[in-house]
């Protein structure tokens, strides 16, 4: 590979890249040489000229997002070897599996690829960009994909439309950079079914990240009543009826994610008739529902994806934990999360402390949940830490 554009920091701070922290601040760099412009690879220098790594230029904040630490320049094998190495991971933690045929493969920075994700459901890799170095090395990714995976890779979606930039994200439309569709969007999961449709689904079309937290779902599950609220696509709720449960609820405000809910009981064998599937706003479900759930999933969307929107997220995440802890049955159980990467643990845990004195319940934490190995966070980047989760017993 060749890379002719420098970027060359300011004095002391270069020492964040040694440590391998994969981001460099606009306020860091001293000057740019050569033709620098957005989307384009750039050897990152200290003051004395040194080599640190190479990664991705943007104009913003993050201005580069490093790929590549050290002297040495990518080699033109570059993308085969880093999913070459994210894929041994995976398998190292057991995906895919028998029973198990999505997972994630790549997860940006926690697999030293800021920007970008790449999520495997059964023979199709959905692709997702988060900056532009990505969108622009998005065929050579797909290449890549394809000489890892090999005859089980059947198709490449392209899906950044929603995630890229200012105007490239306005022009730019979701594609398939290899195969074509496939007609059965169908997974396994834990031998829980699942249909996935990552053309017109949010995120990639499923979300893997709780895979594990379905599972410990099924725990508490086994005879209960069980209320599954913000349920997309009915991941829990599928968990939970395979567990044994007694009925379940599951309740989203959208009218196509509660009709992919239908579906994947079906595809699973239970009625959503018998376990009905309500299209209404949680807070407004919850309202007359004292004492009907001994179990209780509270998984919304961001509330902030943003620092100045944490405030309101807060509230936002205390009110709704309120709201289950007064409607649920003595001895039940919530389980509770945040995504927002802005809403740290500790700020999370404090709101949930405080929903618990609003509600005059008292409380006990039985587990704190995290997202999967498929997930990875990077130690030198504790910020790829997103999903926070608590499972609470209420007396």
Not at 96 to 101: C, G, L, M, R
Not at 134 to 150: E, F, S, T, Y
Not at 235 to 260: N, P, R, T, W
Not at 356 to 381: E, G, N, T, Y
Request: glycine letters at 8%; proline letters at 3%.
């Amino acid at each position: 590979m060749t890379i002719t554009n420098k970027i060359i920091l300011k004095k002391g701070k270069e020492y964040s890249i040694e440590r391998f922290h994969p981001w460099i601040f606009s306020g860091a760099i001293q000057k740019m040489e050569g033709s620098v412009t957005d989307g384009c690879w750039v050897e990152v220098l200290n003051f004395k000229n040194k080599t640190l790594g190479f990664g991705h230029y943007q104009n913003g904040s993050i201005a580069v997002r490093m790929v590549s630490f050290g002297e040495q320049v990518p080699a033109e094998n570059f993308w085969e070897t880093k999913l070459s190495s994210a894929l041994k991971m995976r398998n190292n933690s057991g995906l895919p599996a028998v029973e198990t045929n999505a997972f994630r493969l790549i997860h940006g920075e926690g697999d030293g690829l800021p920007g970008l994700i790449i999520d495997y459901y059964n023979g199709a890799a959905v692709l997702q960009a988060h900056d532009v170095g990505m969108h622009n090395d998005r065929q050579k990714i797909a290449q890549a994909l394809v000489a890892v995976l090999g005859d089980t890779l059947k198709t490449v979606y392209y899906k950044s439309h929603g995630t890229l930039p200012g105007k490239l994200r306005d022009a730019q439309q979701d594609e398939y950079l290899y195969g074509s569709s496939i007609a059965a969007h169908a997974v396994t999961e834990n031998g829980n079914k699942f249909l996935i449709d990552w053309e017109e689904g949010q995120k990639t079309g499923f979300f893997l990240d709780q895979r594990e937290n379905r599972k410990l779902l099924g725990d508490f599950s086994k005879g209960k009543k069980v209320l599954n609220t913000f349920c997309y696509t009915g991941g829990f709720s599928v968990y939970a009826l395979h567990a044994g449960a007694e009925l379940v609820h599951s309740v989203d405000a959208s009218e196509k994610a509660i009709a992919l809910t239908r579906k994947n009981l079906e595809l699973n064998g239970y009625d959503p008739n018998t376990h009905a599937c309500f299209a209404e706003d949680t807070f407004d479900f919850l309202k007359d529902k004292q004492n009907e759930y001994d179990v209780i999933v509270l998984d919304p969307p961001a509330f902030a994806k943003h620092r100045d929107a944490r405030h309101q997220a807060v509230k936002g995440y205390q009110r709704l934990n309120t709201e289950a802890m007064k409607k649920i049955k003595p001895g039940g159980i919530i389980f509770t999360f945040s995504c927002s990467q802005v809403v740290d643990r500790q700020l999370f845990y404090d709101t949930i402390v405080s929903a618990a004195i609003q509600a005059s319940r008292q409380i006990k934490v039985l587990h704190h949940l995290s997202q999967p190995a498929d997930h990875p966070v990077s130690i030198f980047h504790p910020e790829g830490e997103y999903l926070k989760g608590l499972v609470l017993y209420v007396e």
